[in-house]
Structures are given as structure tokens and as C-alpha cells.
């Protein structure tokens, strides 16, 4: 299987390129990738929690959804080993919706002669990726008083899994 390309190729925050053609059906990106995220939305939100807990960007990138998936399970399986099921209410406030394209090369013996170069450029897509500006909440966490400390600690968890700088803020939510 082939490996995912790194980071650094994708985290430039870019304006979605369109193909322009004088044929209507060759303008637009013909499949979308499946999205990574299984969920966007875990816990419980019918009870009412006393502070919110949020993760923001420090910075203007791109976040692909395999990162979210990753940094959304670690904090997620500490959440509901600790706190079960309905201690909390952990929500994503960003959307994958970006598609990361890839123009393959061929390589190796008689590439030359299978390869097309860059005369058909626009590229397959192979994934997607969350475009996120500075200062914007890319998760929110509610939870009661007496588990703020474990609350910080998943948010934690979930940043060391994320490319971007992000700040944890927590705030009291009044009732």
C-alpha cells in the first residue's frame, strides 16, 4: 500500500483550484474522497456543564482528516473511560471539506514512456483537509467542575495529535 504523503505537502492554506474547461464535465473534481471522521459530535449534550473547555489555532493552515480522526480518538477514549458516556459533550467545529489532490508520477523502468508529466496536472483526489484560520475553535469540550483537570488533560492529548499551534481556553459557562 502506498504511504501517505507528509504534512508538509498539504499545510499551506491555499484557494481551492478549479479546473477551467471549455467542457462542462471536465471542470469539476469527478470524486469525493471518503471523509476519515466518524464522528463529529460525542458524549452527551442534554445536560447542562458548568465550563467549556476549547482548543484554538495559533496559526492559518490546513488539518487533514486522518489528523482529526487521531486526535479526536485519544482524547475521546480517555473522556469515556473515565467519565462514561454521558460526563461530557466533546464537539469538532471544523469540516474536512477541502480535497487534497495528488498528480501521481510513474517511476522506474520505461516511466518515461507511461508518465504523462505535468500536460494533465490536475491530480486524483486522495483525501481531504480542514481549512483552518487563526484564532479559530477547531473543538469544544463541556464538562462539569469536578473533572476540569481531565478535561484539560484530553485537550492536551488532542494537540499533541494536531500539526497546528493551538492554545487550550477555558471559560465558565454562566447558567
Same mark, same amino acid.
Given at each position: 500500500m502506498v504511504r501517505l504523503r507528509s504534512f508538509v505537502a498539504y499545510r499551506r492554506l491555499e484557494r481551492p483550484y478549479t479546473r477551467i474547461s471549455k467542457f462542462k464535465q471536465k471542470s469539476y473534481i469527478r470524486a469525493d474522497p471518503a471523509k476519515v471522521i466518524v464522528r =463529529?459530535?460525542?458524549?452527551?449534550?442534554?445536560? *447542562? =456543564?458548568?465550563?467549556?473547555?476549547?482548543?484554538? *489555532?495559533?496559526?492559518?493552515?490546513?488539518i487533514r482528516s486522518n489528523a482529526l480522526e487521531s486526535a479526536r480518538q485519544t482524547s475521546n477514549r480517555l473522556l469515556e473511560k473515565m467519565l462514561g458516556t454521558t460526563g461530557?459533550?466533546?464537539?469538532?467545529?471544523?469540516?474536512?471539506?477541502?480535497?487534497?489532490?495528488?498528480?501521481?508520477?510513474?517511476?522506474?523502468?520505461?516511466?518515461d514512456r507511461f508518465s504523462t508529466g505535468m500536460s494533465h496536472s490536475f491530480g486524483i483526489p486522495i483525501g481531504a483537509a480542514a481549512q483552518i484560520r487563526k484564532g479559530q475553535v477547531i473543538a469544544i469540550l463541556k464538562i462539569e467542575k469536578q473533572h476540569l483537570e481531565l478535561g484539560l488533560q484530553a485537550m492536551n492529548r488532542m494537540r499533541y495529535k494536531l500539526p497546528a499551534k493551538c492554545s487550550i481556553v477555558t471559560k465558565e459557562i454562566k447558567k
Open positions: =463529529y459530535a460525542m458524549g452527551s449534550d442534554k445536560k *447542562s =456543564y458548568n465550563y467549556e473547555i476549547s482548543l484554538v *489555532s495559533n496559526k492559518d493552515l490546513q461530557y459533550f466533546f464537539q469538532f467545529r471544523v469540516y474536512p471539506h477541502h480535497i487534497l489532490r495528488e498528480n501521481k508520477i510513474a517511476a522506474g523502468a520505461g516511466a
